[in-house]
Nanobody
Framework: QVQLVESGGGLVQAGGSLRLSCAAS???????????MGWYRQAPGKQRELAAT???????NYADSVKGRFTISRDNAKNTVYLQMSSLKPEDTAVYYC??????WGQGTQVTVSS
């Protein structure tokens, strides 16, 4: 089982930046199971959608809506995944969730971008 704890959400003006963190606690068994870490987001009234992923090899993928503005990274020594968000838009407003291998979820952190 994987435990994910997120932080870094908040309220920012359009054009601003936020850095989300996801601290992962993984069992020795989970280490061999996890392939991909990701950040998802869910806006009010909308389905949860993928924002960015990073594989165990460091390969990254981004939704078109965030490409060029968001950067996902990981610090293996700290067992932490980050999402650096820049040039934020009001449409980025959502609850952001950390995800491990599509199976485990963090508690979510609110990101609100005002115009």
């Amino acid at each position: 089982q994987v435990q994910l704890v997120e932080s870094g959400g908040g309220l920012v003006q359009a054009g601003g930046s936020l850095r989300l963190s996801c601290a992962a606690s993984m069992s020795i068994f989970s280490i061999f199971k996890i392939n991909t870490m990701g950040w998802y987001r869910q806006a009010p009234g909308k389905q949860r959608e993928l924002a960015a992923t990073i594989s165990s090899f460091g390969n990254t993928n981004y939704a078109d809506s965030v490409k060029g503005r968001f950067t996902i990274s990981r610090d293996n020594a700290k067992n932490t995944v980050y999402l650096q968000m820049s040039s934020l838009k009001p449409e980025d407003t959502a609850v952001y969730y950390c995800n491990a291998d599509g199976k485990y979820w963090g508690q979510g952190t609110q990101v609100t971008v005002s115009s």
